[in-house]
């Protein structure tokens, strides 16, 4: 079987309204990303439910659903309660009388108690977490009944894999799942009954032409996996609930879940009992959660093309290029820089409730009007985190200051600076407008909303606004590694003999890398020798998510980096139709992609700022990037030739124009420092005159400070 999105629901059977640890959450994957919810009822929980079921529906996408709870009972339960063996006869038993409010108020117990009135002598169930005893349902475990098993054949079958098996008959307790499957499985009755013939349940019936399936899962299976996602301030079971959810993506993608989904047991222990995706196979579900990597040929130019434009080689690269770091959980003072990896939602209003937005004087605008308003003031303020915890007689004031929530009875601020004060009584000069100088609940975001989208690349700002909404780790893309390798007999870190010269590139990369929020890894500098740069590359491809190398990107004698990655890597090399850069070497090195830039700094850098900037972009998560553009009139004259795209040095000059470095040459390093961004010239030819309009790119709009 295969799904296009797979929800896993860790559900709860608590007595009320709950958040966080042990409450209900629910994780949602797709192949784009992975969210998790965390919802405070039963009821709520069954609406969130049945509104993703029916937008798969609607939207023709396949949904496997997957419930921490028992489907059905150790056999003999089913056929002593309603004659039937058969699981969902059971479900139709329970659906009829468990209920449930909104506040999470549930006669499980009850339930449990009737079942166990069908039994001579005591029944199964037992525990009771509650101060009130019910009739019939024991706190203290007690011997099960003639001929019912302590646990499922699923259950037994998971503890091969070391999973501590757990009984529905214990309704109360640590590890209890009993009431979670008396509460779980009238809800899921109910969202069957929505769409008859369109909802199956895996395995009491047949699943084969469903678009929706719900099955049960144990959420323990990936323990380990668990422990390593969980970091500081994030409740375990919204790992769980994520991971698990992952996890079964990949198997529905890959085909993995169709194995689970045929255990090799009898029909009738499957009817009556049901059983758990991955029981007795765990070992399937603990694979470890990386992105794919890009394709081998994914650099791949057509053949015979001599000169590619500038603008088709980033079509191409834009098109093959996507994130190539695993997802994680990082918490958010440390996720300056990072790109998140998934839609991330306020986890509370911003503000939380309606509050004041000034120093003044509160009061209900219904007892003002206009002309001169008098109120009397009553003892006691509301100030930011002491609220006022009375109610505001209708016709009074109150003293509010900025920040405070607006107490009970209060709508509208006065300014402090428009009211006279004295005798106990406030007055100013009315009308004011309703709910003036006060800030509606949720006006800045409500909680639930998404704050911040997929891809979005945090800055103290987005930080700030995360906090707010109560968001304390983020979902974010491992910080991409850029690694940095020049090449060159004739380059040097330091004592340059007068045949060496420096080495300006790696610098310069490195420092370009780490200003774009990455992690820049120094991988030296090695000279032509194709075994050097093999073995650099070699230890380089597991230490870093994407290589950029300067130098002997050509097609010359020395030009051994392309030589090499021609020879062994999947290189191809892209003339490209511009000036100066032309060859770029494009490959992948054990799966790692390289950047082959031209030696020349002036090449490296535009090729780094024209090519590899969008493409890292678009590596770590972040999505292409296109640089800021401005039409800018010229302050120089040039005539340009057809058939190349060129990019100068440039500058803005006091008067708002655009000059260019005095010499083309590419070897003036110092030109690149002199220039606060670069002229882009069209492929065609064309004459420039002063004052005829150019495109320029400051550095600051290609993330270079
Ligand atoms: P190549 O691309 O190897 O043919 O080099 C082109 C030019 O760039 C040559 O003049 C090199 O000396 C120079 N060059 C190559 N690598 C660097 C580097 N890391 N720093 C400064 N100049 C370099
Ligand atoms: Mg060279």
Redesign the pocket.
Known sequence: MSFDRVIVLDWSAAGKPTMGKDSIWIGIATPTGTTAENIATRHAAEKRLAALIAQSLDTGESLLLACDFAFGAPQGLARRITGETHALALWDWLAARVTDTPKNVTNYRDVAAEMNRHFPGQGPFWGNGMKLETADLPKLKPEPPEGLAVFRQAELAGHENHLKPKTLWQLAGAGAVGAQTLTGIPMLHRLRAMHPGRIAVWPLEPTDTAPVVIAEAYLSMLKAEVAAAVIEGMVTDEAQVRLHAQAFLRLALDGGLSRLMAPDQPPEVLRSEGWYLGAGCAAALQVPLVPPRLRNDCFAMPQGVEWVPVEEALARLRSVLRPVTECTSVPLVQALGLVLAEDTRALRSNPPQPNSAVDGYGFAHAATGAGICQLPLLNGRSAAGQPFVGQVPMGHAIRILTGAVLPKGVDTVVLEEDCAIGNGVIAFDGPIRPRANTRRAGEDIVAGDIALRRGHHLRAPDIAFLAATGVHTARAYRRLRVGVL?T?D??VTAHAAPHQ?Y????PMLLALAKGWGFDAVDLGHVRDATDLIRNRLDAAATATDVILT?????AGDE?HVSRLLCAEGTLSSWRIAMKPGRPLALALWHGVPVFGL????VAALTCALIFARPALWALSGAGWAEPQRVTLPSAFQKDKKAGRREYLRARTTGDGRVEVFSSEGSGRISGLSWATGLVELPDHAMTIVPGDPVQFLPYSGLGLF
């Open positions: 020049s060159g004739e380059i010269i080495d300006a590139n790696r300067s130098g002997g990107a050509s030009d031209p030696g020349n700094p």
